[in-house]
């Protein structure tokens, strides 16, 4: 049986899908944009929007009770190669 993880640390999900899903012992979570969810704006530079990005997914896990330790894979997607 699959659990449905939503935060309310990290900003809304842009369409119908929730911010993680908890089955069988793992978490798999959805894309995170790097929109800071206290002001609903995306981060600037590269940089800022990958610390946020990671921010939101943070408080995804720490909703689903557990912390980005424990993380096993992330996947990073850069619209440009020199943000790599």
Do not use: C
Not at 8 to 28: D, M, Q, R
Not at 52 to 79: F, P, R, W
């Amino acid at each position: 049986m699959a659990t449905v993880i939503m935060s309310e640390k990290a900003p809304a999900a842009a369409g119908p899908y929730s911010h993680a899903v908890k089955a069988a012992g793992l978490i798999f979570t959805a894309g995170q944009l790097a929109i800071d969810p206290a002001t609903g704006q995306l981060a600037e530079g590269a940089e800022a929007q990958a610390r946020q990005a990671l921010t939101n997914v943070k408080h995804v896990l720490e909703a689903a009770g557990t912390s980005l330790d424990k993380v096993v894979k992330v996947s990073v997607y850069a619209t440009k190669l020199e943000y790599f």
